[in-house]
């Protein structure tokens, strides 16, 4: 295990809706035995109604919801325990809000074409997110940069491929 990871770490599973953010999560918390959060669970109400009635979030609609993600994020990180947390953290902004401590933090980019992701959420259920909102969340994605702790992981595999994919990646295996 390398020593980056010795110390407390959260990773933030990004990318537009349907991406898989939550399943892999799921599956890399159990295999870690980490703390999982998910991000959707910390949106206000207003944000979910609005969502669920076909209208795109704006800056201001996160603001408080990425509070929320970077608050959970910190309290990892001050018990001196590693997490896991989803949100999507489409633009470069919105990481650096997640990431204020600049340390801690390594953002796992679930990368996919915008027809994967619009056939996956065809097909998904229960997720009050709908599908006609995809094209926004592409529009506001801002790829993370090299200058970025980030990581990409392409999601054409399973996600169980994925996460050990990102286990690897991470030397945790």
């Not at 599973?13 to 999560?25: I, P």
């Not at 929320?68 to 999507?88: F, H, K, M, Y």
């Amino acid at each position: 295990m390398s020593d980056a990871v010795q110390r407390p770490v959260v990773l933030v599973l990004m990318g537009v809706s349907g991406c898989g953010k939550t399943s892999v999560a799921a599956i890399l918390s159990g295999r870690l035995g980490w703390a999982f959060e998910e991000g959707d669970s910390l949106h206000p109400p207003a944000n979910v109604e609005k969502m669920k009635s076909g209208h795109p979030l704006d800056d201001a609609d996160r603001a408080p919801w990425l509070a929320r993600v970077a608050d959970w994020v910190d309290e990892r990180l001050d018990a001196g325990e590693n997490g896991i947390v989803t949100c999507s953290a489409l633009k470069r902004s919105y990481r650096s809000l997640i990431d204020r401590r600049g340390r801690g933090v390594l953002f796992v980019y679930l990368a996919g074409s915008r027809e994967t992701i619009a056939a996956r959420l065809a097909s998904r259920m229960g997720h009050y997110m709908p599908a006609s909102l995809l094209a926004s969340q592409f529009a506001d994605l801002e790829e993370p940069t090299a200058d970025e702790p980030a990581i990409r992981v392409d999601i054409g595999p399973s996600p169980a491929d994925i996460a050990q994919t990102i286990v690897d990646r991470l030397a945790l295996s």
